[in-house]
């Protein structure tokens, strides 16, 4: 398990500094969702927890360990997309066991949390269906399951939720908060939708245009909203 800390965090495309100068803690354990209006920079402070792009100033701890400049493959992380690229032509079992073959991860170790993460997400009775065989749900299971399988201490998560219909991002969201008390990993999870926040979260971080506006739990920051940029986006009374 581990914390994440982020100190002065800048991010530059160009000349558009899209973070700016963030200064965040993310508690080892916690369930942290980022929230914000489309384009406020959730994506790239994703982004840079994974490893996938430069900082251009500040630094990133992962587990008390400075990682600013550390390849992705190093950080002890699992990540999950929006868009769940699956191999189309593996099977479940093979797509969920893929990074860990070509990290060269022992077969019976492979196989231990492949069928540990199989029964967590009820992917047991699916290991030897394709892509084309599953719903929109099971296969963005899959793309869980594979994150999972890595038994990081952090997990990722960029609106893994938001290609899916309403009923099964209630389902679904059922699950993650299951699967986050199960393992204890630390969560830092990005939506712009309330009602995942609301229910996911231990605690709120709300954005906008690369600026944290309130850090809180979810009864905190809809309650006493710290500004009305905020309430507004909560929809709460200013
Ligand atoms: P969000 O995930 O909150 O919708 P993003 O992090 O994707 O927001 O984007 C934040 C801002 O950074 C946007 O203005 C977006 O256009 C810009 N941006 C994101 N990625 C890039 C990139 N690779 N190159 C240039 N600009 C980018
Ligand atoms: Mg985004």
Redesign the pocket.
């Known amino acids: 398990m581990s914390g994440v800390n982020i100190q002065g965090l800048s991010i530059k495309f160009g000349h558009n500094e899209v973070i700016k100068g963030l200064d965040l803690q993310v508690h080892e354990g916690e369930f942290l969702v980022l929230l914000g209006p489309?384009?406020c920079g959730?994506?790239?402070l994703?982004h840079s927890i994974a490893g996938l792009i430069d900082v251009s100033g500040g630094s990133i701890h992962i587990g008390g360990t400075d990682m600013t400049d550390a390849e992705p493959s190093e950080r002890g992380i699992g990540m999950v997309f929006?868009s769940y690229a699956l191999y189309p032509t593996m099977t479940v079992e093979k797509n969920m066991s893929f990074g860990l073959r070509v990290a060269g991860t022992p077969k019976a170790e492979i196989q231990r949390r492949v069928d540990k993460a199989a029964a967590m997400l009820q992917l047991t009775p699916l290991l030897d269906r394709k892509p084309a065989q599953l719903s929109g749900g099971q296969r963005q299971r899959v793309a869980i399951g594979r994150a999972l399988v890595r038994e990081a201490g952090v997990f990722l998560f960029?609106?893994p939720l938001s290609n899916l219909d309403a009923k099964l991002r209630a389902e679904l969201r059922r699950e993650l908060k299951l699967l986050h008390q199960n393992l204890g990993s630390t969560m830092v999870y990005?939506t712009?939708d309330q009602v995942e926040a609301m229910t996911l979260a231990s605690r709120i971080v709300v954005m906008k245009s690369g600026v944290i506006q309130q850090i809180g739990t979810p009864a905190e920051v809809y309650e006493r909203p710290a500004n009305l940029f905020v309430a507004g986006f909560l929809g709460a009374p200013a």
């Open positions: 489309s384009g959730k994506s790239t994703l929006q960029d609106e990005v712009h």
